[in-house]
């Protein structure tokens, strides 16, 4: 026994507990969500591949399960782009960090995101691989912001929609930190102001 009987769910995030204000998702309350997403995804995406395209390094925890709860093929790729930089306010502008290795032409694309605030990073995606001739480009994200709601970019698959506030956890971070955290939390003002 490598870890004394200690298992996955059982690790907590004491150690950063005063960072944080309070829980908004538990894991298991993300791990029956994406469940049912896998489960939607697989009966939309019936007879077609569908290419899963994460957006790093955020979409990691949500790709890694919604991946494993899919029951058909697939593959999938990952880009990185910028728009947030360090801090908490989106900068406004979009870069590609690092681009896809898949040619999308003809294929089924759909993007995982782990959450949509102004919708800007997403709308610059998907019109960009819609540019790149994919044969769709539809869209999952674990969590969406109200700001979201008011903008033109069409999320078909959605975790969760959560209050205005910054969050952390399940590939949320903040300054690099708190990505690994399963619950996701509202990072404490002091943290920041
Ligand atoms: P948007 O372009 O404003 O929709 O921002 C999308 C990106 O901003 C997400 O992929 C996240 O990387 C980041 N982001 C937005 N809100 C939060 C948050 O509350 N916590 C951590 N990252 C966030």
Redesign the pocket.
Same mark, same amino acid.
């Given at each position: 026994m490598f870890n004394n009987g200690t298992r996955l769910a059982d690790v907590d995030a004491n150690y950063v507990a005063a960072d944080l204000d309070r829980v908004i998702t538990t894991a298991d309350e993300i791990s029956d969500r994406v469940i049912e997403m896998a489960a939607q995804i697989d009966s939309d995406y019936a007879g077609r591949d569908v290419l899963l395209v994460g957006?790093l390094n955020?979409?990691v925890m949500v790709m890694s399960d919604l991946s494993r709860a899919m029951q058909s093929h697939l593959t999938m790729d990952w880009m990185a782009v910028s %728009?947030?930089g360090a801090g908490?306010k %989106?900068s406004g502008v =979009?870069r590609i960090l690092k681009d896809l290795t898949t040619d999308v032409l003809d294929r089924h694309v759909l993007i995982v995101? !782990?959450? =949509? !605030?102004?919708?800007?990073?997403?709308s610059y995606l998907v019109e960009n691989l819609k540019g790149r001739g994919a044969a769709s480009v539809e869209v999952a994200a674990m *969590?969406r912001?109200p700001?979201?709601l008011t903008?033109a970019v069409d999320v078909k698959y959605i975790g969760f929609d959560i209050p205005n !506030? *910054? =969050? =952390?956890g399940y590939g949320? !971070? *903040?300054n690099g930190r708190y990505r690994n955290l399963r619950d996701v939390a509202v990072?404490g003002k002091h943290m920041y102001s």
């Open positions: 957006v955020g979409a %728009s947030y908490t %989106s =979009v995101e !782990d959450i =949509v !605030d102004t919708g800007l990073t997403l *969590f912001k700001a979201a903008t !506030d *910054f =969050v =952390v949320l !971070d *903040f990072l």
